[in-house]
């Protein structure tokens, strides 16, 4: 598992392996969003939040097709199946990768990305709590997505669609996290909520997935 | 050690070659024979445990197989000496010299696998059967793109894997020069019937 977790980051880090991609597209939409909404920053740190929320987001399906699809292409995941390692593992290695490539910068830069939204300087904490908690799940839920779909050529908008309503829930109690944190109001229950998505989707969901891997490859 | 008792096959529900037995003793190699399109390789997949049988059982010690098939499961981006070492970390085996020596990949080591030609990343997918460890070997193709050198270099491989105990499955048209049985699935062709398991057929 930890062969593969190594492997996993070192072709993302690599030429052409999508690192970077999701961070890009944050950045992107973030600076592209205040030109959108106007000068009213009273506004504008309103719905800093919810923006940047939406914006991980987005960003973390970007990079979701590759996790199955290019090791299907390229036999490698046959070789996988066929290997020691149990297909559970390798796929919570995988979303473990995922994560570390994508949610983790995304996570990182928010707070800095918050100021260009003119988010009160209490809000940084919390964005950066709340994200830390909930991008996890996006690669977990991601990563189940990405299983289902994994066999279909150009299968990344059927990914996206079958994905993006699973995200809900954390978008909502992410964001409340973020909100609320912004406004200076008790935070905790939306987190544990949040928190409680993240570990129930990490715990279940790599096991569908490897299940699911399994009737795809047939 | 592998034995198969009346498998029968199917490939996207539809059974390809059925009523299936034979036995494949350490130290003996299996060359499966017929045309084009005749199910060796979904008998192989199934073999390998990729896909449920219709009928019949597979027997072999747990954790004994490798698969080597079409694709050679290389990652370009990577070099050579680090797509035999993930594989030697997932089966659990040490040391990669051996594998890169057989196959004469030593020269090539830090190459990265994109700048390989047909051949030489063949040659790196075959040596990966070396860094598993594994017992029985089901190979589909195994020589698809390699010259007459390489075919040798793996002919040699093969019999050196039978002579420690190990043995072999390969689907090939080409002889190349192992004393095992040559099984010809062709007699098995599955009789057409109506579809049976109609789930997952939507998809």
Redesign the interface.
Known sequence: MKSLFFRDLKLAIRAGGGFGLGLAFFLILVVLVPFGVGPQSELLSRIAPGILWVGALLACLLSLDRMFALDHEDGSLDLLATSALPMEGACAAKALAHWVTTGLPLTLAAPVLAILLNMPPDGFLWIFISLAVGTPAMSVIGGFGAALTVGIKRGGLLLSLLVLPLYVPTLIFGAEVARRGAEGLQTTTPLLMLAGITLAVSAVLPFVSAMVLKVNLR | MLDVKDLSVARGGVPVLEGLSFSVPAGQALILRGPNGSGKTTLL?TI?????ALSGQVEAEA?S??????????????TVT?NLR??A????TKGIEHALQQFDLESLFDRPAHALSAGQKRRLGLA?LVV?GRKNWILDEPTVSLDTASVQMFADTVRGHLAEGGSAVIATHIDLGLDGTNFDVTPYKATQKKLVGFD?GFL
Request: hydrophobic share 40%; charged share 25%.
């Open positions: 997949r390998a445990g990729l896909q449920p954790d197989i490798a698969y080597a098939a079409h694709s050679d499961g290389v990652k370009g981006n990577l680090e993930f594989w970390d997932v089966f659990g990966r598993t997952e």
